[in-house]
């Protein structure tokens, strides 16, 4: 504590451009608010964000912690791939263990995170889930039936084929020529906010370049466009694995940078490899 009132030491960190402010909670002693989060994540009178990442004790006997997400916009949200990456480099750097496999609890569940010799980290994602009611999605029943896990979806009178995921997060991916020219801006908050996602959604827009390589720009519920997005590529991935587009191995190119996504089979943990790094330290008033 300080003449200015208590502050909180932060990591600012990024995974090809998804960025994070990193803060270690593990004592529980911060009590976070929505509007505190939003304040932290303006990028013009606060640190600047797309995730805050949390670090806490276990709540688990066979995880070493446990890890939140926070989104800009102070809401919670199970899952962000390219901050697991981070936090696996986060808890190393700062002593919290000297694991270079390790175990955390998130909202969705545990996952495995694999710290590599090069510095990347793989994160052991979870397996996809296709059903509708997991996702979560409302499945309407007068439109016509497509093959899973496409289905067809209504948007300001225009339908669109779009694929339907959970990883951690529910996801919708749709497939276009060129991401480029996609209308993200104009499509990602509709597809966000869209009635029949009551949890939202995460927006995807996949350009296949080959059966081992794609283009992705992801629209992430309560941020906005990213840089990239751990959990979207999965997403993508494994929809294209499904509705046999893709091979089980794909290099998924964002404008932050490359990821590799693997998926051996359809019951197993689909894996995503990746860079993390940390852009600077500091503290901040609570």
Known sequence: MNSLGPSVAFTKMHGLGNDFMVIDNSDGVLALSSARIRAWADRRTGI?????LVVQAPTRADCEFDYRIHNADGGEV???GNGARCFARFVRDRGLT???RIRVNTAAGPIVLRVLDDGQVTVDMGV???????VPFTV?????????????LEVQGESLQVGVAAIGNPHVVLQVDDVDRAPVERLGP??????RFPARVNAGFLQVLSRQAVRLRVFERGVGETRACGTGACAAVAVGIVSGALDRQVRVSLSGGDLQVAWPSI???????????????GRTRM
């Open 78 to 80: 199970e899952h962000c």
């Open 267 to 281: 019951d197993a943990q689909i894996e995503m490899t990746g860079p993390c790094s940390t852009v600077f330290e």
């Open 48 to 52: 600047g964000f797309d995730q805050l």
């Open 190 to 195: 509709l597809l966000e906010s869209h009635p």
């Open 140 to 152: 309407d029943r007068q439109l016509r039936h497509l093959p899973p896990p496409l289905h067809e």
């Open 98 to 100: 000297d694991s270079t």
């Open 128 to 134: 996809p889930v296709f059903e509708p009611e997991r």
